[in-house]
């Protein structure tokens, strides 16, 4: 089943960041006849087993389509399926294995004849594993493998990076506990590219929201970065526990009622002393390694529920549609400025770059990704 | 609001078992002008502050109720409310303090000339805090603090101890995972109160229980008397983790869907262990006094979710239609010979026993629930 977003309304004299034009360029693009791609043959140290490769694209047969990546981020689940400790594993395909990366914006390069509902020039993203692999210039799939999308008006790092973090923020204020207006919710890794996604939405629903951030040198100019997202409060993991903040906390109302965890261990176990009575904890990553240890009676007698949410479950699990709600309203909220590009760092690859180039900027951005959030997450940007 | 269950058809050749017939005497009891009472003025170890004190009985005004107690037992919420421990607070009342207990079967001795709908001879259970304390004889109360029951062919010790754990273990089999037959549940204490009346519940029902018991010199004894209830599998904490137990698990079908710990640390960790997909894990106690500590990723992966329960939280949450609803039930399986009296101890208590015997059986009794289920629940039966 192919399916495509309808058109929305569009400002007519908003336009992409004028940073980004170079990313879209106006000419047509080639449709190669093979393509560069970080690829890796077994499980291993991204530093180790990943290396260019050049896969060949043959000509197009009736029903397929020959897309571009116009860019694509380097996510911490991709760095843990080439390290081999992630569940869901990518198809090794002989001879190359497989391509590194899960996420990106693609554009249509060419299509076969009998191709209906996408044409040269229509942007898509990739329908999560069907299409295997972004770490390349150029793919060629079925229509199946891709939802079209409207982009007017997004940036193009928006498109490519939405799929993963802004919609893991949206489920998570969305499926636990019922949120109106004026509620308050907790989360640590509150400057992670979900963190992020996560104060954006929650601010445009009326959220109050309580952030945790690991003590660093510039704590206050990314509790300031924060707080122009629509932070209510930016707290160390050192301050979480002392009075003044508990107050302050209080001070927005309630106590939260949900929290997003993607620490663990104590960073949690905080968390979880901040909530009111039948709140939930939701897990989604687990940075610190180490378990989540909680007392029994906040469970009992405060009526404590732990969760975990996987968005790769929640795309199995449901519909196409509902897929398609979820990012008209992410893309509506980019468009009108609610939901900025994460913070992140360009890694421009493809166009002329030999092949021990690509390898090395493909390498060092991988190995970028493993460094944490603090500078942003790498996106490879095809030229 | 009073509220009386309807009457249930009863075989009518059904007695109370023979022992207990002198629980449930033909003649009619007299009306007291006071009380004794297992009471304390504070807080702290139950043999140091529980003392026999004696509470007078007034003439009834128009509109209240005197009855005496049946019987009662000692749940190990009692004792860490004497304790202080536990977060629901007994109401302390000048000059003799609070009475212990919160449970117990009740009949009615006499009523106010205005009282509607309870009648003398009348069985009752106590409406959670409403009716403060059942260490006692007798007590005066409003209607209102009473719930009418039908006792016919039910054991008087099933009736005293049903209102804690065979209703925790009702509530925890229906109100976390839609449970069909043949689905396995997984519990740990099961040896306790309420892990006796899940077995038999669950028998009932259908499904499948895998029961994680402690170590201990006669475990086969015990092993066996859980079967005898329709345990499908009694394993000991030590051996959960073998092979041969994880395949004898298996053989009983998917896995648990549910897991019920009152024990929590690595007896919580070794019942998730056990757990498939979407499963849920309720904690209503934490008898090791270890906290809750599991790896983030069956949260994540796994989707597991872990929940608490309180029956008091139910009993305040929940309309007496509801609580209406799970007695019948209940009782009904008791009539059925399908939920037995648990494993409890008889402690005569009143009658000609002066104050000092009545403090020193009290005290022992209060004492023996500090010990664990081994020997099984004191309860009070009131001469």
Not at 5 to 27: D, E, F, G, K
Not at 302 to 330: H, I, P, Q, V
Request: charged letters at 20%; glycine letters at 8%.
């Amino acid at each position: 089943m192919r399916w495509s977003l309808p058109c929305r309304l569009v400002t007519p004299c908003r336009l992409a960041p004028p940073s980004l034009r170079t990313i879209l360029p106006r000419r047509s693009h080639s449709v190669a006849s093979s393509s560069p791609a970080l690829a890796y043959k077994s499980y291993g140290p991204p530093d180790k087993v990943i290396r260019l490769d050049t896969i060949p694209l043959p000509p197009l047969v009736a029903s397929t389509v020959q897309v571009r990546v116009v860019a694509a981020p380097v996510n911490p689940a991709d760095i843990n399926q080439i390290q081999g400790t992630y569940p869901s594993k990518p198809n090794f395909v002989e001879p190359y294995g497989a391509v590194g990366g899960n996420e990106g914006l693609l554009q249509v390069v060419a299509v076969g004849p009998d191709v209906k509902g996408l044409k040269v020039g229509d942007f898509a993203l990739p329908l999560s594993k069907a299409f295997a692999g972004t770490w390349r210039s150029q793919a060629q799939c079925q229509p199946d493998d891709l939802m079209r999308i409207d982009i007017d008006g997004v940036s193009p790092i928006i498109a490519a990076t939405i799929s993963v973090n802004p919609c893991t923020a949206y489920r998570m204020l969305k499926d636990f506990v019922d949120l109106s207006p004026g509620d308050v919710v907790i989360q640590n890794g509150a400057n992670s590219g979900v963190g992020q996604a996560v104060i954006q939405i929650a601010k445009f629903r009326g959220l109050r929201t309580v952030n945790v951030i690991r003590n660093r040198p510039n704590l206050d100019e990314v509790a300031n970065e924060l707080k122009s997202m629509g932070a209510d409060l930016v707290v160390s993991e050192e301050d979480v526990r002392k009075p003044d903040v508990a107050a302050r906390i209080q001070a927005l109302g309630a106590p939260p009622r949900l929290a997003l965890n993607c620490v663990g261990g104590k960073s949690a176990l905080n968390l979880s002393r901040m909530l009111g009575d039948n709140a939930t904890l939701v897990t989604y990553g687990g940075m610190s390694r180490e378990p989540l240890t909680f007392p029994t009676s906040p469970f009992i007698f405060k009526n404590l529920t732990c969760a975990g949410f996987w968005m790769t479950r929640w795309y199995k699990d449901n519909s196409l549609d509902a897929r398609g709600t979820m990012l008209r309203e992410l893309f509506q909220l980019a468009r009108e400025g609610r939901l900025r590009e994460p913070k992140h760092i360009v890694v421009r690859w493809g166009g002329d770059r030999d092949k021990a180039e690509l390898e090395r900027v493909g390498a060092e951005a991988v190995q970028g990704g493993l460094e944490g959030f603090g500078v942003g997450k790498r996106v490879l940007v095809m030229e």
